[in-house]
């Protein structure tokens, strides 16, 4: 089955500063990669998610990319703020339930 | 907006006690999903359904058992509460094409004492 790897696991950054966590996955049948947000407390929200027949994809200061070939993806988080401050997770599947990452924890030091 | 609803939020129960854990969405997804989070190893998938009366293990079934008699509804059962069960519990639904984000619960926290 899918095995998801994710690195690093707690990162710190300065505010303004760009935050990259990077995933790898095994399963080279894994199509759908979305990424979560779990602020303290709180429900892990889906942020952004991307599908192999792309290559990047952004929404404001998120970006995810993925290379098919090596089987990894990354988020790329830019111009840190303190709300960016939380524990993400990345995810895969192919055809079957999510597997997810061990998590990052990002910390934004203002 | 999509809601998935758990209904406890802090649970504490004893050694050996049947515990039910229920989840209810309103947006009519075919898939429900029970995770449970614990630091340092991510959610991890106990047991998931894709229609009412279906059941599927994940990768932790062990001393958990599931009901969908509804659609909305999936509830989480601990036979016999063991302190090693000690943890965040995450319900999630999504659509029946299967490849689309989750949308989670707030989640229960038990603790087995």
């Known amino acids: 089955g899918e095995n998801v790897e994710q690195h690093p696991s707690t990162l710190s950054v300065q505010e303004g500063d760009s935050a990259v966590i990077k995933c790898t996955y095994s399963?080279?049948?894994?199509?759908?990669f979305p990424w979560y947000k779990q602020e303290l407390g709180k429900r892990p929200q889906l942020i952004i998610d991307?599908?192999?027949?792309?290559g990047e994809k952004k929404d404001q200061r998120i970006a995810v990319t993925l290379n098919k070939t090596a089987k990894h993806f990354s988020l790329h988080i830019t111009e840190t703020q303190p709300e960016d401050s939380a524990v993400y997770f990345c995810?895969?599947?192919?055809?079957?339930?999510?597997?997810f990452g061990k998590g990052t924890r990002l910390s934004v030091i203002a | 907006d999509v809601k998935v609803t758990q209904s406890s939020r802090y649970l504490v129960k004893r050694t050996g006690e049947k515990v039910f854990l229920e989840c209810v969405q309103d947006?009519?997804?075919?898939?429900m999903f029970w995770y449970r989070q614990d630091p340092g190893l991510g959610l991890r998938l106990i047991y998931f359904?894709?229609?009412?009366?279906?059941?599927e293990k994940g990768d932790i079934p062990e001393g958990y058992s599931v009901s969908r008699e509804k659609k909305e509804r999936f509830s989480l059962i601990l036979e016999s509460a063991s302190t090693n069960q000690t943890s965040m519990y995450l319900c999630?639904?999504?659509?029946?094409?299967?490849?689309?984000?989750?949308?989670f619960g707030s989640g229960t926290r038990l603790t087995v004492v």
């Open positions: 947006m009519d997804h075919e898939n």
């Open positions: 995810a895969g599947t192919g055809n079957t339930p999510l597997v």
């Open positions: 991307i599908r192999s027949n792309v």
């Open positions: 399963d080279s049948a894994s199509n759908y």
């Open positions: 999630a639904s999504n659509l029946q094409g299967r490849n689309y984000g989750y949308t």
């Open positions: 359904s894709y229609d009412v009366k279906m059941k």
